[in-house]
């Protein structure tokens, strides 16, 4: 590691001992743990579009404590659902229920909940370990992308959010085209243009992003759970059991959750694949590989291993993508990088060359985080079980009053009050008919940025920047995968093993 990372590095590890930054990620862990274990219709993109208008109002680090602390744990605890109740507990657990289910109808329950822990801290280590040694390896690529290879990765990201995102590639296609149009509402950075105004001066700064992520997830977050009424007609199985059988058993199959790990940091990384398939690529590989596969989904514990541990350690891959290049895997992601513009940083190459001690901060806060998380998980087990009984009475007015207050508080305009109705009624049908808001969120968040890239590129080279080796390549591969994940998406029946769950939680991601 050169010695400026190394500085970097330290400074990143010296700003958490300022007590506010500790108790923010301490903050972060619980609501983050909370989230995981309550009922479904909650999520990270709901958290982060609530704690938004609130952070970007502290300092940075003290900002980036709270919403990375939060993110880091939510994969963690995030089996409760699936060994319980026999539902996903999020997008990236639905694999955890084929076999999670089965051991706690078994009497096993704290053995899979144990096990889930287990793999869950050790994914997320070897994730962040990952993002660390990402950090100096991938510095001389960094310095080598410019606003044209920047604008094209972006590009292609979207892309393959839109088709992956949801159940139908069309209507993905349509909903980022929709999110890449709204980007354009209000003053155009570079040239000044007053573009889609309409005289109302409330659309000069364009439609604030964090408005949008509350309207497009808390609304319909809270509807839908108040019409499923999720955690009050069903019983949990008992939780029996020892966590420490489940610790073994992960430590006895510590190669499987290695292995799993880095499929979920390559997931992670690729643009596009995101929470909807990690669990998934990560139990195949465990059936396939691991002897007496056909004990799968009859209560294997391998089965609850494997995708936890991918899970988490998705989260790294992420934040490479993220904070490295500047492109978003999610909707929790892109938030996350609406939050760094707020504060005045601008995530990829930009922000490793000026701000690599913030870049290390995540780093350091997502480690720890994971740690904690993993510690709460094992000593609060059998009250975070009580969690998930939660009724859907108590929650669904406090998602409302949450929604509301972070509204009100952005610009403090009642006007903001009227949009996150409206494009709340928006995503709730949006999420009904199968239209994919994370995609929506999306095409809004890099809009901007992919517009400032393009300007940049034509304005530095004119149109030769086409021709440049390096964007070349990147269209091509760009295009490649499109077409042939377009083309698989469209000839496949979409079925799902978990059903309208699976759909609810693809819709999620």
Known sequence: ????????????????????????????????????????????????????????????????????????????CAAYLPILFGIPGGSGSQATVLDGYPMGKQGEGRRALGASFMAGGMGCLIGTLTLILAIPATKPLIYLMGSPELFVVMLWGLSMVAVLAGRRPIKGLITAAFGLLLATVGQQAQSGILRFVFDQPYLLDGIPISIMALALFGIPSALDLALTKLGVEQQPVPLRGSLFDGVRDCLREWWLTVRCSFVGVWVGIVPGLGSQVVDWLAYGHAAQTCKGGENFGKGDVRGVIAPESANDAKD?????????????????????????????????????????????????????????????????????????????????????????????????????????????ILGYFMRRFGYPRPAMILGLVLGDLMEKY????????????????????????????????????????????????????????
Do not use: C
């Open 1 to 76: 590691m050169e010695t400026s990372l190394f500085h970097a590095a330290l400074q990143g590890l010296l700003n958490l001992f300022h007590l506010k930054v500790f108790l923010a990620m301490l903050v972060g862990v619980s609501i983050g743990t909370f989230t995981a274990v309550a009922p479904q219709g909650l999520g990270m993109p709901l958290v982060y579009a609530i704690l938004l208008p609130v952070v970007i109002k502290w300092e940075p680090i003290t900002g980036i404590a709270l919403l990375i602390g939060a993110s880091s744990v939510s994969a963690i």
């Open 316 to 424: 790294g891959g992420d934040l490479i993508t993220t904070l490295l290049l500047g492109f978003p895997q999610g909707v929790s992601t892109a938030l996350f990088i609406v939050a760094l513009l707020s504060w005045g940083f601008l995530p990829g190459p930009e922000m490793v060359k000026k701000n690599a001690d913030i870049v290390y901060s995540v780093v350091w806060i997502q480690g720890i985080s994971g740690i904690i998380g993993t510690l709460i998980g094992f000593v609060l087990a059998g009250q975070l079980a009580k969690l998930a009984e939660v009724r859907y009475t108590l929650m669904v007015p406090i998602i409302f009053i949450f929604v509301l207050m972070g509204a009100f508080s952005v610009n403090r305009d009642p006007v903001d009050l009227l949009v996150v109705v409206a494009f709340g």
């Open 454 to 509: 393009l300007y940049r590129s034509v304005a530095s080279y004119g149109f030769s920047w086409l021709g440049r080796p390096a964007v070349i390549v990147l269209l091509i591969l760009a295009a490649t995968s499109f077409v042939f994940t377009l083309r698989g998406r469209l000839e496949s029946k979409a079925r799902s093993p978990l059903g309208g769950a699976m759909a609810r939680a693809e819709d999620e991601s």
